[in-house]
């Protein structure tokens, strides 16, 4: 863990109890995530349509697009339902001091 | 009844029970039309939409016709074609305007609202089906009992054979098999034996003239050493080359088959006075025939299935011609012209010159389109009037000789029997 390059991208109370928030970090579009207490981070963009999961629908660990209803587990991006079929990024996050850290790398 | 009248009937009217007297009427009433498009090209028929060499690559689609309904054939699996109207379940619109493309990445998806269907047809999601949010409430989205799977594409019934793609939207519709009959369809695999298809390319002609008259021009072997004359000028076409004619059970479906005569030309009679013996071509490739064992035989096969499409072997170039109609007075023809997969180069060239022979700018001298065409305005000015097919007399049967209008009656005979059931 200690050669990742953390990179702060918000502060933990600007993510939502189970719900999603976008956010841009190092110029990209990331979504970030809680569940259960635990906060994911992925692509913001879906794989399939264009469109932002941070206008979708968080359920449990998986987010549905807003678009095709297509849905993905927040936990290592993988594809959970049709019509998507291709993974979004996922990234290790790190909590200190209460912000958000990513690894974008 | 006043000189209006006279002149535009109300209702067509054969003159007798028979087929060989064809009214005007049949050729350019609206209403007819439509009654038309319903029963030959929407129910109990199989159309052509397509061979499989055009789409290889799983989610490969081209959009094409049957009748005037726009469909897209697609290979949704690796062994698998679909075929589905192209009509979103949305708002209707025709959302695919591409001729040919690629998506196995997505699958379709409507512009207008992005409905977004898997390749073969199915609804996979619609944009805020749960509402969009906004400052921590959800507004509109689908109701709660919306089911995606109750509004996918119109799937239409698939049949292939030999590499060769026909769909119905009839979904009672009889076995491509039962449709061809035993006789036609031993010509069709004749041409389609197995071997994979390349694909050589296209030609598209818009024919201001009714789709009828292009089955019956490819039923008609009266015409063509007299329309084509070049044809007979070099030998590809004489009246009396050794042919047959023949039909299926329903005569709607023909074969005209015929062998260019092999004997020296000094005895061959020559019945069409414009063949000249002493005319030569200046590039004479585009007669550089060569025989193939898979004709056994004949030189030109030429078959009309009904109602949408020509399959034409004429020597060494062979072609699918799909008939597109575009109301009572107008169809595009859509001509693939194809190759096989164990051809040498020599071949693909020679298949490709030897296209150059058909078609509105081919060498047949005045294309079918044109006569076509001038037939049409025929019919307009005098809707209360009728053809004449005659030739080989008023009955239907299958014949050994090209000098009869058989085919078009035998066609016209199938025709009332389904338009006035």
Redesign the interface.
């Known amino acids: 863990m200690s050669d990742f390059q953390w990179t702060d991208a918000a502060a933990v109370d600007e993510v939502p109890t189970d719900d999603v928030v976008g956010m841009q970090v190092d110029g990209r579009d990331i979504a970030l995530y809680k569940v259960d207490g635990q906060i994911y981070a992925t692509d913001n963009v879906c794989t399939?349509?264009h469109?932002r999961l941070c206008?979708g629908?968080l359920e449990g660990h998986e987010i549905?697009?807003?678009?095709?209803?297509?849905k993905f587990d927040v936990r290592n991006g993988k594809p959970t339902c049709?019509?998507v079929t291709e993974a979004i990024r996922s990234y290790p996050v790190k909590i200190d001091a209460g912000r958000v850290f990513l690894s974008l790398d | 009844m006043d000189d209006t009248s006279a002149v535009f009937p109300q209702q067509i009217r054969w003159e007798d029970k028979g087929t060989s007297r064809i009214p005007f009427m049949a050729y350019t009433d609206a209403d007819q039309h439509r009654r038309e498009l319903e029963r030959l090209f929407y129910r109990g028929h199989w159309c052509y939409v397509g061979l499989e060499a055009e789409i290889p690559e799983v989610g490969d689609f081209k959009r094409t016709v049957i009748g005037e309904r726009s469909v897209i054939m697609v290979r949704d699996a690796e062994d698998s074609i679909s075929v589905v109207e192209n009509v979103c379940a949305h708002r209707g619109m025709q959302f695919c305007r591409e001729r040919h493309g690629n998506r196995k990445a997505g699958g379709f998806t409507c512009p207008y609202h992005q409905w977004n269907y898997s390749l073969g047809g199915d609804l996979q999601g619609v944009p805020f089906r749960r509402g969009v949010k906004q400052d921590g409430k959800v507004n509109g989205g689908m109701p709660a009992d919306f089911k995606p799977a109750d509004h996918g594409l119109n799937k239409l019934e698939v049949a292939t054979r030999g590499g060769v793609v026909f769909a119905s939207f009839d979904a009672e519709v009889e076995s491509l098999e039962d449709f061809m009959g035993p006789e036609i369809l031993g010509y069709f695999d004749r041409l389609f034996n197995g071997r994979k298809l390349t694909i050589l390319g296209y030609n598209r002609q818009r024919i201001p003239g009714n789709w009828k008259l292009m089955q019956e021009n490819i039923k008609d072997p009266y015409h063509p050493g007299l329309l084509h004359t070049w044809f007979v000028t070099f030998g590809l076409w004489r009246a009396d080359n050794k042919s047959e004619l023949k039909m299926d059970r329903h005569h709607r479906h023909a074969a005209m088959i015929s062998t260019r005569g092999a004997s020296g030309k000094a005895d061959q009679v020559t019945q069409v006075s414009s063949f000249k013996e002493s005319m030569k071509l200046n590039d004479d490739r585009f007669l550089d025939i060569v025989p193939e064992p898979w004709w056994r035989g004949p030189t030109a096969v030429m078959m009309t299935l009904f109602p949408s499409v020509i399959f034409q072997q004429q020597v060494n170039s062979v072609s699918t011609r799909h008939i597109q109609p575009s109301g009572p007075g107008a169809f595009d023809f859509v001509w693939t012209h194809f190759g096989f997969e164990d051809d040498d180069d020599a071949m693909t060239l020679r298949r490709l010159r030897q296209a150059n022979l058909f078609g509105p700018a081919g060498f047949v001298s005045a294309d079918d389109g044109e006569v076509i065409e001038l037939s049409q305005k025929g019919f307009e000015q005098k809707p209360f009037h009728r053809t004449l097919a005659e030739l080989g007399g008023r009955e239907v049967g299958d014949t050994d000789h090209m000098v009869t209008e058989t085919l078009i009656r035998g066609m016209y005979e199938y025709w009332r029997k389904v338009m006035e059931a």
């Open positions: 399939h349509g469109a206008e629908f549905e697009c807003p678009l095709h209803q297509g049709a019509p």
